[in-house]
C-alpha cells in the first residue's frame, strides 16, 4: 500500500478564483495579519477602486513607515515592492505642477529610487522616466540639494544629514546608468567643463591645462555665454563635504565615506572624469581626508573611509590624461612626473634661488621622496612657501573656515605643516598600477580570505542602516560601463576575481575544517572528502634570487598524505584529481589559522624521485608523496616576520578541478598588465573601453559568401524580398551561394551568384555535406554580419536555433577563408561538445578541427578530437593515404615501394602522376569521347567505372575530377609530411596546433590556463565565435581575444552570441556581484553601450501559449511556424485542463541556514504532481522539476525519496535549480518558486526569463500568489500566468499518448487535496497491477495445460 497521504500539510485554496484587474497585497481571509504598509497599499494604490492620491498620504508614509522606523530597510523594500513608486508616487509626479509637488514626495521617489538600484532593478524606472519627466525631478533635486546645503534643515521629514546622503546614493545611480539617455544629459552637466570656474582664483592649474590643450580655451569662452544651470553642484557639495570632514560626528563619517564612493564613480569613467579630476586636485579632498581625525581612528567605520580614500587616490593618479582619454605607458606616466618636478624645480630656482638652492640642483629621482622635498622646503618661511605653493596651482586658502587645530591659521589661510604635505602629495612617486600587481601572490593567504572586507561583500546584501540612511559601502572597484584604460580594466577584474576566488576557497576551508573536527590534542576526530591532514611536510629547495630581483627564484617543498583509513573512491579522487599544475591549499587547523597555496610540480615516489606524469598504474601502498611549489614573493615576505608560519601547516585540502583554475587566470591577468605590446586590435580597442561610436565596428561588405546557406532559390527570395524587389540570379541557384549587396539608398538589385564547388568526379566519399536548416531572415542575417570583418553581436532568446546559427557562421567562415583560423569558445564543456558534434557533421575536413581541454573525452564522435588524438589520426591517415600512392603505382604497372614515406609519394607524384597527365590534359581539347576515355592514364586506379556518359564534355569532367582526387591525396600528404619527419609527439601536437589545424575550440578557462603556452608557440588565429558569450565573465571573454602576439597578425572579427536577458555569470559573493557588479559579461556591456546587434525572432522550443510568458522580453519575438503548430504541440497535455497554470499555496518559507530557503508545501506539492504526471503515463524523463533555490531542491529531493522509491514505476524526475538548468530544456516544467514573505532572487527578470522558458509543452508553476502578483518587474508574466486562475484544474481520467474526446476537469484545492487525488490515483494504479499479474500467471498456467 502507498503511504497514507502523499502530502499531509497545507491549506485549502479558493475555487476558481480568476486573475485580479488589479493586484492586492492579501494575505487570504486572516487580515489580522496583514502587514500595516500592505493594508495602506491595498487602501490607497492597489486595491480594485483605483487609486487614491493624497499629498498627506505620501507625507504620513514617510512620516511613520520611513523616518519612523528609522530607515528600516523592511518598510522600504515592501514598499518597493508593493510598486509605491510606479502606482502611487510617479504616476501623481507627472500629473502634478512642479511647484505643488511635496518635499517629501520627492525625497520618497529618491528613496525608492535608491532601493530598486540596491536590489538591481532601476533599469525599469529609469524606462518608466522617459522624455523630459527626468529632467524636471533632476532639476528638483539639484534645488532641493541646494537648499539643503545652504540651510541645514530637515527636508520632507528626513533630517539635512540623511538627506544629503540619499541625494548622493541617488547620483551614484544615475552616474551608474549613463547608457540611459535622459539619465546621461542630465547628469553630464554636473561634471562639465564649468566646474574650472570654481578653481583656485590663481587659476595656474587651469591655465596650464589650457597651454596643453588650446582648443578647451575656447570652449571655456563659449560656456560663459551660455552657464550651465546646474553646473555649481558637484563644487557645493565638495564644500560641504570639507566641512563635514571636521564635525567629529560619527555620523558625518559614514555621509562622507558615502560621498567619496561618489567621487571613485566619477573618477573611473572617462566622461565625467575629464573636469572633475582637476577640481578635486585643487580642492585638496585627498589632503584634507588625510589629516582630519578620522583618518586615523580605529573604528571599523573610520577604516572603512581610509580604505575608500586609497580608492580615491589611486583614481585621481591614474595613468591616464584626464582631457584627450589617453593611456599612459609605464615611461610615459614616469616621464609625466618627472616634468613636473623639473617644473617645480625651475620655478624654485627663478623665485627662491638662494633659499631652494638645493632643490633646483636635486636630482628629479629624489624630489619623489616626500622627506627629501619636505626637507629642502623647510629652506623657505610661511610667505615663501605660499608664494611657492600659488604658483605651482597648490591651494593655500582654506575653502571653508576650518577650526581644526595645526589646518587653518589666521585669515583663513592653511597651516605650514599642511601645505608642506600638499607638496609632498604633489609630488610623490607612485608606483604604477603593474607595480603593484607584480607584488600580490596568485595564492589567497589568511590576511585576504579571513578579512573583514570577504565578510562584508559576503553579507552586503543582507546589511541594515546603521546611524543615518545611507547604504553599504565596500572598497572594492566596480564594472561599469566604461574603463580609463586597458591596465585600468584589467586591474578592476584582477581584484574582483581575487576577492571572488578568495571567498570561495574561504568556504571550502570553513567546509573541510567543520568535517575534519580538529580536537585540542592537535588531532582530528573527523573526517573530510577534499581535505586530510598531512603525514609529513617539509621545505626542501630555497634557489638563489635571480639579478636584481630578492625574493628567491624558486622554493619547494615535499608533503606525503596518507591514506590507509581512506574509501576506495576517495584515494581514487586523491590519485585521479591531484596532478602537475594543480593548486592545492595548505592550513593550520588551530588558531591563528595560516593558509598557503602551492602548485604540484609532481609526484614522488618512495625514494623521493619523480614520477612520469603519464605513467601507468595506480602508486602503490597508502603514502603519497607530492612535490610543490610556493609563490617566492610570499615565502621572502613569510621568512621576514616573526611567525613560523610553515611549521603551523598541517592539512592539505584540494579543489574541484572546474573551480581551481584561478591561479592561472590571476597570473595570466598580471602578465597581460605587465605586456608592452597593444592587446587589443585598434578598431575593437576604444569601443571595448566604452567609447567612440559603437556602430563603427559593424564593418559591412558589399559581397558575402553564404555557402550553403540556403537550401533554394525560393529561400533567398523568401530572406531579401522585403528588403531587396529586384534579385537577380546567375543563371542556376547553386550552392557555394554568394551574394553582392547594393546599398539600401542606392535601389540597386541583389545579385546572387555561386562559385563553382570543387568537382573530384564519381567519389562518393568526398562529396559535399549541405545544410537542410531553411534559416529564417534573422538568422541569415546574423549570419551575413558574422561574416564580415569587425563585431558581431547574436542576441538568440530561448529556442531560436543560435547553436545552429553558429555552426553555419563556422563553415562558412571555413570555406570563405581557407587561410585563416577560427578560434571556437564557450563557458561550458557541455555546451562546447555539443556545439562541435555539429561542426563535425558538417563538411569540413576532419584534419582541420582541434578540440582542446579535458571536456574533449565525452565528445559523442567517432574519432578523438584531443591534439593527442588528432595526431594519432593524422599518422592513420598517412597509411591509408600511402597504401593508395602504391596502388596508384601498381595501377601505372610502376614496380617499386612509393608509398614508404611522404617524400617518396612526393617524387612519385612529380615523376609519374603529373608527367602522364600533364600531355593528355594538352590533347584532351582535341580529342573525341572515345579518345577521352581510351587515353585517361590513371583508369585502373579506381575501382568503379568512372566513364558511365557518352557526352564527351561530360567525359572531360570526369578525367578532370578523377585528377583532382588524385592530386588531393598528395596534397594531403604533404600537409601530414611535417608529422613524418618530427619524432616527437609534444612537437607533432604543437605543428597541429599552429600549422594545421583552423577551427581550433576551447571553453574560455582553458584559454585563461594556456594563454602563455600558446603565445610561445606562436598561436594565431583571425576570427573568434563565442557561444553562451553572455553568461562568461567580462575578464574571461577578454582573455581569449589575447592569445595571439600581434606582431604581424592580428584579430580580424569578433562574433559573440549569447542572450543577456538570461541569467548572467555565476558570482557567489553578494556584493562582488550587486555592489561591483562582477557578473556584467563582454556581451551584456556591448548591447548596454548600444553596439547593433541581429536578434534571432523565430522560436521553436515551446508551444506559443508559452512562449506569450516570456515573449514580452524581447524585441519581436514570434513563433516558428507551421514547427509549434503541428504534431505534439497541437494538443493539450492530457490530464490538464491548461497547457500552463499558477497554483497559489499558502504555505510558508523557512530559513534552516542563511541562504537556505525551503517550503514543505510546495516540495509536497510539486512531488505529489510528479507522482500524478507518471500515474498518467507521462515517462520520467520528459518531466523537469526546477526551483529557485538549493535548500528547497534538497527538500524535494528528501520528499522524492519518501514518496517514490518505494514503488520503482515512479522513478526520478530532473530537479535542479533554474539557474542551474540554464542551456537546457524539458518537455514538462514543474517550478516551484519557494518565497512567500518577498519576492527573492526571481525578481530578477534575467533569472525569471530562464524560468519560464525551460518547457516545451506544460509548464507548472506553485508560488505563492500575493507575494508575486505585487511585484512591479515580474507583473507581465505573473498576469499572464494567473489567466488561467490559481488553481490547478486536471482530468484524472486521461492518459498519456490518448486524446480524450470529452475532458471532465476536477478543481484542487491545495496540498491535502492534491495529496488525496494522488493516493487514490495508486491505490487504483497497485490494483490494477495485481489484477494484470494475477491474469498473466492464470495464462501461464493454462499454457502449461
Not at 678 to 689: I, K, Q, R, V, Y
Request: glycine share 6%.
Amino acid at each position: 500500500m502507498p503511504p497514507k497521504s502523499s502530502s499531509g500539510r497545507g491549506g485549502r485554496g479558493q475555487r476558481g478564483r480568476k486573475a485580479a484587474q488589479q493586484p492586492r497585497a492579501t494575505a487570504g481571509a486572516n487580515s489580522a495579519e496583514m502587514d500595516e504598509i500592505e493594508v495602506l497599499a491595498n487602501k490607497l494604490w492597489l486595491g480594485n477602486k483605483g487609486v487614491k492620491w493624497s499629498d498627506e498620504s505620501v507625507a504620513d508614509i514617510m512620516r511613520t513607515h520611513i523616518v519612523g522606523k528609522q530607515y528600516a530597510r523592511s518598510s522600504l523594500q515592501t514598499l518597493e515592492r508593493l510598486q509605491y513608486f510606479e502606482l502611487y508616487l510617479w504616476a501623481n509626479y507627472l500629473s502634478t505642477d512642479d511647484t505643488l509637488v511635496s518635499d517629501a514626495h520627492v525625497m520618497s521617489i529618491l528613496l525608492m529610487a535608491n532601493e530598486k538600484y540596491q536590489q538591481g532593478v532601476i533599469t525599469s524606472m529609469w524606462g518608466a522616466m522617459e522624455g523630459e519627466a527626468f529632467g524636471r525631478l533632476f532639476d528638483r533635486v539639484v534645488c532641493m540639494t541646494r537648499s539643503i546645503l545652504s540651510t541645514g534643515t530637515d527636508i520632507g521629514f528626513v533630517d539635512a544629514l540623511s538627506a544629503r546622503s540619499v541625494v548622493v546614493q541617488f547620483l551614484i545611480a544615475c552616474f551608474g546608468s549613463l547608457e540611459t539617455e535622459n539619465v546621461r544629459t542630465a547628469c553630464m552637466a554636473l561634471t562639465s567643463l564649468a566646474l574650472w570656474e570654481h578653481i583656485d582664483d590663481t587659476r595656474v592649474l587651469v591655465e596650464a591645462e589650457f597651454e596643453r590643450m588650446p582648443q578647451l580655451r575656447k570652449f571655456a569662452k563659449h560656456l560663459k555665454k551660455k552657464p550651465s544651470v546646474n553646473g555649481d553642484l558637484l563644487p557645493a557639495l565638495l564644500r560641504d563635504f570639507i566641512a563635514m570632514l571636521f564635525t567629529g560626528d560619527s555620523r558625518c563619517l559614514t555621509y562622507c565615506t558615502k560621498f567619496i564612493e561618489l567621487l571613485v564613480d566619477l573618477e573611473s569613467q572617462l566622461a565625467t572624469r575629464r573636469y572633475v579630476n582637476l577640481l578635486l586636485v585643487d580642492y585638496q579632498i585627498l589632503d584634507l581626508c588625510q589629516v582630519s581625525e578620522w583618518y586615523r581612528n580605529d573604528l571599523l567605520v573610520a577604516k572603512r573611509f581610509r580604505d575608500m580614500v586609497g580608492m580615491l587616490r589611486g583614481r585621481v593618479y591614474f595613468q591616464v590624461d584626464d582631457v584627450s582619454g589617453l593611456a599612459m605607458t609605464e615611461a610615459e606616466a614616469k616621464d609625466r612626473h618627472y616634468r613636473h618636478v623639473a617644473e617645480l624645480q625651475i620655478m624654485a630656482f627663478r623665485v627662491f634661488p638662494r633659499e631652494l638652492e638645493a632643490l633646483a640642483l636635486s636630482s628629479v629621482a629624489a624630489l619623489g621622496d616626500s622627506a627629501v622635498l619636505t626637507e629642502h622646503l623647510e629652506a623657505l618661511d610661511d610667505s615663501g612657501l605660499r608664494r611657492l605653493a600659488g604658483l605651482v596651482g597648490i591651494r593655500t586658502r582654506s575653502l571653508l573656515p576650518i577650526t581644526a587645530s595645526g589646518i587653518v591659521q589666521e585669515e583663513g589661510m592653511y597651516g605650514r605643516e599642511f601645505v608642506l604635505d600638499a607638496f609632498a602629495e604633489r609630488y610623490r612617486v607612485r608606483a604604477t598600477v603593474a607595480d603593484q600587481v607584480r607584488e600580490i601572490s596568485p595564492y589567497p593567504s589568511e590576511s585576504l580570505l579571513f578579512s573583514e572586507i570577504i565578510t562584508e561583500t559576503d553579507q552586503f546584501s543582507k546589511q541594515q542602516f546603521s546611524d543615518t540612511i545611507s547604504y553599504p559601502v565596500l572598497p572594492v572597484p566596480k564594472l561599469n560601463l566604461q574603463f580609463l584604460t586597458l591596465h585600468d580594466y584589467l586591474a578592476r577584474c584582477f581584484e574582483l576575481y581575487r576577492l571572488e576566488c578568495a571567498y570561495d576557497i574561504r568556504e571550502n576551508i570553513e567546509d573541510a575544517v567543520r568535517r575534519l573536527q580538529p580536537n585540542d590534542v592537535g588531532g582530528f576526530d573527523g573526517w573530510a572528502r577534499m581535505a586530510m591532514p598531512m603525514h609529513s611536510f617539509n621545505v626542501v629547495d630555497v634557489q638563489k634570487p635571480r639579478v636584481g630581483e630578492r625574493a628567491p627564484s624558486k622554493v619547494r617543498a615535499d608533503i606525503c598524505i596518507d591514506l590507509a583509513n581512506y574509501a576506495e573512491s576517495v584515494v581514487m579522487e586523491w590519485d585521479s584529481e591531484v596532478r602537475p599544475r594543480d593548486v592545492l591549499i595548505l592550513f593550520g587547523s588551530r588558531n591563528p589559522r595560516f593558509v598557503r597555496g602551492c602548485e604540484v610540480e609532481c609526484r614522488l615516489d618512495i625514494n623521493g624521485k619523480p614520477v612520469d606524469e603519464f605513467a601507468s598504474g595506480r602508486p602503490s601502498g597508502t603514502l603519497r608523496n607530492l612535490r610543490v611549489l610556493f609563490d617566492t614573493h610570499q615565502y621572502q615576505v613569510d621568512l621576514a616576520s616573526d611567525k613560523d608560519v610553515y611549521a603551523s601547516l598541517n592539512v592539505v585540502m584540494r579543489r574541484r578541478p572546474q573551480e581551481n583554475n584561478f591561479k592561472a587566470v590571476l597570473e595570466t591577468v598580471r602578465d597581460l598588465m605587465t605586456s608592452s605590446v597593444d592587446l587589443l586590435p585598434e578598431w575593437l580597442t576604444s569601443t571595448f573601453l566604452g567609447y567612440g561610436d559603437p556602430k563603427a565596428l559593424v564593418r559591412g561588405s558589399e559581397r558575402v559568401y553564404f555557402g550553403d546557406t540556403f537550401v533554394s532559390a525560393d529561400h533567398v527570395r523568401e530572406t531579401f524580398a522585403d528588403q531587396y524587389p529586384d534579385i537577380i540570379f546567375d543563371e542556376v541557384f547553386g550552392k557555394p551561394c554568394v551574394i553582392e549587396f547594393p546599398s539600401l539608398d542606392s535601389g540597386g538589385s541583389l545579385r546572387v551568384t555561386s562559385e563553382p564547388a570543387v568537382d573530384f568526379g564519381p567519389i562518393e566519399s568526398i562529396r559535399r555535406k549541405e545544410n537542410t536548416v531553411r534559416f529564417t531572415c534573422a538568422q541569415v542575417a546574423a549570419i551575413r554580419a558574422a561574416s564580415q570583418p569587425g563585431l558581431a553581436l547574436v542576441v538568440g532568446p530561448p529556442g531560436t536555433g543560435k547553436t545552429d546559427v553558429a555552426v553555419q557562421i563556422i563553415s562558412n567562415l571555413y570555406h570563405a577563408h581557407p587561410r585563416q583560423t577560427i578560434l571556437l569558445l564557450t563557458h561550458s564543456n557541455q555546451a562546447l561538445n555539443q556545439l562541435f558534434e555539429k561542426i563535425i557533421a558538417l563538411d569540413i575536413e576532419p584534419r582541420h578541427l582541434l578540440r582542446l581541454g579535458h571536456g574533449e573525452e565525452d565528445l559523442d564522435a567517432e574519432e578523438r578530437y584531443s591534439k593527442a588524438g588528432r595526431v594519432e589520426s593524422y599518422l592513420e591517415r598517412r597509411r591509408e593515404l600511402l597504401a593508395l600512392v602504391q596502388r596508384l603505382a601498381e595501377a601505372l604497372d610502376i614496380p617499386g615501394d612509393f608509398g614508404y614515406t611522404c617524400d617518396n609519394a612526393r617524387l612519385f607524384f612529380i615523376a609519374h602522376v603529373r608527367m602522364r597527365w600533364e600531355p593528355y590534359y594538352r590533347r584532351i581539347s582535341a580529342m573525341d569521347v572515345e579518345n577521352v576515355v581510351a587515353g585517361f592514364p590513371f583508369t585502373r586506379f579506381f575501382d568503379i567505372p568512372i566513364f558511365t556518359s557518352s557526352d564527351r564534355a561530360a567525359a572531360i569532367r570526369v578525367a578532370e575530377g578523377c585528377y583532382r582526387y588524385i592530386e588531393s591525396i598528395f596534397d594531403e600528404l604533404g600537409d601530414i609530411q611535417p608529422f613524418e619527419l618530427l619524432r616527437n609527439n609534444s612537437e607533432r601536437s604543437n605543428y597541429l596546433l599552429t600549422n594545421q589545424a583552423r577551427i581550433v575550440a576551447m571553453t574560455c578557462t582553458h584559454a585563461a590556463l594556456k594563454r602563455s603556452e600558446l603565445i610561445k608557440l606562436g598561436f594565431r588565429y583571425d576570427t573568434v565565435v563565442m557561444e553562451e558569450a553572455a553568461q562568461v565573465l567580462d575578464i574571461e571573454t577578454f582573455i581569449p581575444l589575447t592569445l595571439q602576439s600581434r606582431r604581424g597578425r592580428e584579430l580580424k572579427r569578433l562574433v559573440m552570441i549569447g542572450d543577456h536577458n538570461q541569467l548572467p555569470p555565476v558570482v557567489k559573493n553578494s556584493g562582488l556581484r550587486s555592489y561591483a557588479n562582477m557578473e556584467q559579461s563582454l556581451f551584456t556591456r556591448m548591447v548596454r553601450l548600444g553596439v547593433p546587434y541581429i536578434g534571432l525572432n523565430r522560436q521553436a522550443r515551446a508551444r506559443p501559449e508559452i512562449a506569450s510568458l516570456y515573449r514580452w522580453r524581447y524585441r519581436g519575438l514570434a513563433d516558428l511556424e507551421p514547427h509549434v503548430m503541428t504534431g505534439e504541440f497541437g494538443s493539450k497535455p492530457p490530464g490538464f485542463v491548461s497547457t500552463f497554470q499558477f497554483v497559489n499555496l499558502a504555505g510558508e518559507e523557512s530559513e534552516p541556514s542563511r541562504y537556505f530557503y525551503q517550503n514543505l508545501d510546495e516540495a509536497e506539492f510539486v512531488v505529489a504532481l510528479y507522482q500524478y504526471m507518471r500515474l498518467l503515463g507521462y515517462p520520467a524523463e520528459r518531466i523537469a522539476i526546477l526551483t529557485t533555490y538549493n535548500g528547497q531542491r534538497a527538500l524535494i529531493r528528501d520528499v522524492l525519496d519518501r514518496r517514490c522509491k518505494w514503488l520503482p514505476y515512479f522513478g526520478q524526475p530532473q530537479v535542479a535549480t533554474v539557474d542551474q538548468y540554464q542551456g537546457q530544456q524539458s518537455d514538462y516544467v514543474i517550478l516551484s518558486l519557494v518565497r512567500t514573505r518577498n519576492v527573492g532572487h526571481i525578481r530578477d527578470l534575467r533569472r525569471l526569463t530562464v524560468a519560464l522558458s525551460r518547457a516545451r509543452l506544460g509548464l507548472y508553476v506553485v508560488g505563492c500568489r500575493r507575494v508575486f502578483e505585487t511585484c512591479f518587474e515580474l507583473q507581465v508574466a505573473v498576469q499572464r500566468l494567473l489567466a488561467n486562475g490559481d488553481q490547478l484544474l486536471l482530468c484524472p481520467d486521461e492518459r498519456f499518448g490518448e486524446q480524450a474526446d470529452a475532458r471532465k476537469a476536477v478543481v484542487v484545492e491545495g496540498v491535502e487535496d492534491m495529496g488525496r487525488l494522488v493516493y487514490k490515483m495508486i491505490e487504483e494504479h497497485l490494483e490494477a497491477d495485481g489484477q494484470a499479474a494475477g491474469d498473466g500467471d492464470k495464462s501461464q498456467s493454462s499454457d502449461s495445460d
